[in-house]
């Protein structure tokens, strides 16, 4: 599977990216905290999207994320 893929699902920032132990790990950025929590139930809005999932996820580049995270940041401060 890919990885890195950067997404914006349904307004949230959501990574996948490989672990230490070269796992896959999803991430969603929370803002009320600045950090990345894992969270796993959108590993099938990146991976194996049904019609809906699709709908809902954004697959962005690294800098569109950055760019949207840093604007999560802005709005939540």
């Known amino acids: 599977m890919k ?3 950067y997404c914006i699902i349904n307004g949230k920032a959501i990574k996948a990216v490989r672990s ?3 796992r896959i ?3 969603r ?3 009320e905290s600045d950090e990345f929590k ?3 139930q959108y590993l099938e809005h ?3 999207p049904t019609e809906t999932k699709a709908l809902d996820t954004d697959i962005v ?3 569109e994320f950055d760019a949207y ?3 999560l940041r802005k709005n939540s401060g």
Do not use: G, H, N
């Open 46 to 48: 990146i991976y194996f």
């Open 61 to 63: 580049t690294k800098e």
């Open 25 to 27: 790990e999803i991430l």
């Open 3 to 5: 990885c890195p893929v």
């Open 20 to 22: 230490k132990f070269f």
């Open 69 to 71: 995270v840093a604007q």
């Open 29 to 31: 950025y929370c803002p």
């Open 38 to 40: 894992r969270d796993m």
